[in-house]
């Protein structure tokens, strides 16, 4: 399976602190160490030696030992800071919260324990996982919590993955967390159909007095079991937009990439597809092909207008 562009970052940034740390150390070492061939290692430092920070002259790049280089020898000599790179407190609790949930779910290593206490004292406060947490702002949220309570419909502003601004009315009926993302369940009047709205595109909300009239439908929410089976040849540039779908597979195909997923909904991954229309070479099946070429001519359409 292809390398994915997440991979190789972490193995690029995981090479200088390795050198920051060991010294100058060989190709077949460095390549023994990370999982990769010498030749890879090579790629690695060249790219590396042309990274750095905003200006590029320089003295603001990564540098490393020219002759070391020759002798395919890793020699560091301006790590530019990479090595002492250290967690914000945002990026501190969001690992502490994943190393929780895995703890509790019990399939957990043991030296996850050790982990979680060496983060907690090295954070000033203690961190309180909120299991709940949605990232919705709370002038978005907590009416919709309002309105559930009390059976009420709202009005809400949305913007879809299109940028297109809309007002509608809606019936809420659940507030769902997915992956750490909150969506809103709901029946929406103008499009007289459940609808599942991300609370982070919704701007703003305001509970009516009218209640709520329709109940939660079957069709309602989000379905785990994959309608279809997808298959797409892209360009390499364009590989980054499908990375982070689950069960992903990437094989090399001469400039291009072909993935291979299962996919629920086929509007969700056509708007995926749509942000790299001018890397896509193949799309199947017609089920996905169908709908990017509605969600395309939306755009082409709001242009016009």
């Known amino acids: 399976m292809a390398e994915t562009s997440r991979d190789r970052l972490v193995r690029l940034l995981g090479i200088v602190t390795y050198l920051d740390h060991h010294g100058s150390t060989p190709f077949a070492e460095l390549a023994e160490h990370f999982g990769v061939a010498p030749a890879q290692v090579r790629k ?3 790219t590396l030696w042309t990274s750095g920070l905003p200006g590029y002259m320089h003295g603001d790049l990564i540098d490393f030992d020219a002759d070391a280089f020759d002798r395919d020898v890793a020699a560091l000599l301006d790590g530019q800071g990479v090595a002492q790179v250290r967690l914000s407190s945002r990026e501190a609790v969001a690992l502490v919260a994943s190393l929780s949930t895995l703890a509790a779910s019990g399939v957990a290593p043991e030296v996850v324990d050790a982990v979680l206490d060496k983060l907690r004292e090295a954070l000033a406060e203690p961190v309180i996982v909120l299991a709940e ?15 559930l309570r009390r059976y009420r419909r709202v009005e809400l502003t949305y913007v879809d993955a299109l940028d297109r601004r809309t007002t509608r009315e809606v019936d809420p009926h659940r507030l769902v967390v997915i992956d750490g993302v909150g969506y809103l369940e709901c029946f929406c009047r103008r499009a007289d159909d459940y609808r599942t709205l991300r609370l982070d595109r919704i ?3 305001e509970v009516l007095d009218a209640a709520v009239s ?5 069709s309602a929410g989000f379905s785990l079991t994959p309608a279809f089976r997808a298959t797409v040849r ?3 540039a364009g590989r980054w937009a499908l990375e982070d779908i689950p069960g992903l597979t990437v094989e090399d195909a001469e400039d291009d ?9 086929a509007e969700w991954v056509a708007g995926r597809l749509l942000a790299v229309a001018p890397q896509l070479r193949s799309v199947e099946p017609a089920q996905l092909r169908g709908a990017l ?13």
Not at 257 to 265: E, N
Not at 293 to 305: E, G, N
């Open 44 to 46: 690695d430092i060249s």
């Open 133 to 147: 947490g949605d990232g919705a702002d709370a002038g978005v949220s907590e009416p919709l919590m309002e309105a």
């Open 203 to 205: 701007e703003a909300v």
């Open 214 to 218: 329709t109940p939660p439908g079957d």
């Open 234 to 236: 892209l360009g390499r």
């Open 257 to 265: 990439v072909i993935a291979t997923f299962d996919a629920a909904d």
């Open 293 to 305: 070429h509605r969600q395309a001519q939306a755009v082409l359409d709001a242009h016009r207008a």
